[in-house]
DNA sequence: AAGGAGGGTTTTTTT
DNA sequence: AACCCTCCTT
């Protein structure tokens, strides 16, 4: 292990500027693969080494994965000698760790849940109803689209209608009102208003605010390029008594504008911190030149970039590789059958290998000729988990246990597995509670005794509550006895049969139950690495970091073994060899961006390539399928336009769609998976 | 109130 | 193909 001092050394003049300058602000302008974090990472040390304390500096990373590895990174240059551990977070555990503090200050409630994604969604779908908007003309997901837009805008839901362009804005700027309520008449925040209101926070109380700045010297952030309005606000906020605030990022890599960051942010740091110093770093270390040279190549067709010039420092031994398939099946098992190849025969290690695709759904194919050659394989992305209904039902009862309010989570479950509370009883209760402005479970008995509901579903409903009571009793009383309590809750209500009714294959049973473990399993890694654990903080962390157990032991569990992940998720690491699949007009760029009709989008998703590309150190493969089935029918793809801009020869192989048939007609005669 | 059949809809990316 | 919603039967 190598001390500071001899690692300063190993840093180029640029990185050893960037690292030796302690005080002021400084942007870091870095290309891919020119070593940004470890810029981080060595400052963070060489701050401490300049005796500041660990504890008052904050570092900012994109993702939980992303301020993992800084962590371990950070442990591994410094030696386990700290005083104080140094804060590395993400922007969002960052502000729920104010938010638990200091938001009464805001007239909400502490203990308010974070809704995720699918929460969100149902609680928009309502929301549509209660306006009675028919569902074709908006979707919740296009509602929370425009939600979202208004929130990292710091728009508030009073305000929306000023914000309005056309007739859909205004009935989602009454949408928004409604579902903002709802929100907090249960109690929860979406993610956005977890910036939200941190940033209200400091606003409205400057005393919150003063005590936050008060714990920190130095701030640092790294994947500042996909930064939005508000963080930088709240970072704005936090460092104004000392502006000693570092930001590195490299504008080609801006992935996330759909969630509000902008490039210009990267241009408006000059802007706020005119004293800022600014450092670039354009020497390569992780691609070969031919790899360096597709992805600049690409990437030139985007206009109004930072010009920059990133030099490889490593000559290729391959050229890249553009392969094209009849079908998205020959696509998975010819490139499944060569990374076997090279991993039985040419000895190359399963943790060599990255598969980057652009949706979530492309991986279902590649990982079933994975297990069918045996071969190690992780998913990477949290998605998966959070999409089965089981876990959306576990979780919904921990809040509704862990919060009374959230009746949300309550409507969910109260007839999960089902117990005699059918849907007219919850409708007529529903709306006499919100006639009178009271809880749901208050207006039960009255609801009975008027005959609106029956004596049995009443009785229903009553040993319902109870048995939320109960286990409310039961975690508070005996947090560390959590994972128990749950697995007590799951027989208890007798969820294994409502998955027998509800799955009748076995091996389906088998895989929902399995889920069940896990989840239980999550609660008991929760319990065992937290000093005091609670309802509260689980839920957290699992709307923030997903299920957890993905975290340090898993990552090591899957370390030797071949990774699989969406290009997003691929942000910020680096593989020796890399394929890149599905390289299709509608796939990469997506049809949503093309829809869009924006050279603005088109360029959001030649960056996603970019990013993709410049993941490889050593070998790269990037390919596409010349049909694929899509809502049930095959169909002839077009090849990514951006084929055309990385590989000056290029054109499309004219034979495969004949052959794509030929393969049907087999599947269809069965002598063909 | 529960469960099943049938019909319509859906698909970006993530904290 | 997977999921949700609605309607129908029990």
Known sequence: MSTPQDALAQLNPPQREAVTTLRGPILVLAGAGTGKTRVITYRLAELIRSGIRPDRILSVAFTNKA?????QRTADLLGRRLPAKPLISTFHALCVRILRREIALLGYPTTFAIYDRGDQESVARTALRDIRVSEKSMTPGDLLARISRWKTAAVLPEHAADHVENDLDFLASVAYRKYQSRLRATGALDFDDLL??????????????????????????????????????????????????LVVGDDDQSIYGWRGAEVTHILNFQHHFPEA???????????TDRILAVANQLVQYNQGRHEKTLRAHKQATSNVRMLEFPDELSEAESIVGEI???????????????LLFRTNEQPRLFETELRRASLKYTLIGTQSFFDRREI????????????????????????????????????????????????????????????????RAEAAINSFYELLQKYRDRLQADPKNMAHTVRKLIEEIYYESEICKQYKAPDQQLARSAMLEQFVDSVQEYVDRTTSPTTTDFLDETALEGPAGTSEKDDKLADDAIKLMTIHSAKGLEFPRVYLVGLEDGLLPH?????????????????LAYVAITRAEDHLTVSRAATRMKWGKRRA??????????FDDYVPDPDLVEQAMQNEMQTIIGRRR
Not at 591 to 607: G, P, V
Not at 637 to 646: D, G, I, V
């Open 67 to 71: 301020s993992r590895e800084m962590r």
């Open 196 to 245: 939200l209101l941190t940033m209200q926070l400091f606003y409205e109380q400057p005393a919150a605010l003063e005590r936050q700045q008060q714990l920190f010297d130095h701030v640092q952030i790294d994947e500042y390029q996909d930064t939005n309005g508000i963080q930088f606000q709240l970072i704005e906020a936090l460092v104004r008594p000392h502006r000693n605030l």
């Open 277 to 287: 110093k600014v450092v670039r770093l354009e020497d390569n270390y992780r691609c």
């Open 340 to 354: 076997r190849q090279l991993h039985e025969q040419g000895g190359v290690p399963a943790r060599k290998f990255a």
């Open 392 to 455: 959306r039902d576990l979780l919904a009862y921990l809040r509704a246990i862990s919060n009374p309010q959230d009746e949300h989570s309550l409507l969910r479950i109260i007839n999960t597995p089902s117990r005699g509370i059918g849907d007219s009883t919850v409708q007529k209760l529903l709306e006499r509670a919100v006639k009178q402005g009271r809880p749901l479970q208050h207006v039960v008995n009255e609801a009975a005794d008027d005959g609106l509901i029956t004596r």
């Open 591 to 607: 049809q949503r961006s093309i829809d869009a009709d924006s050279t603005d989008s088109i360029a959001e998703e030649r960056r």
């Open 637 to 646: 793809t077009k090849a990514s336009r951006f084929l055309y801009e990385m």
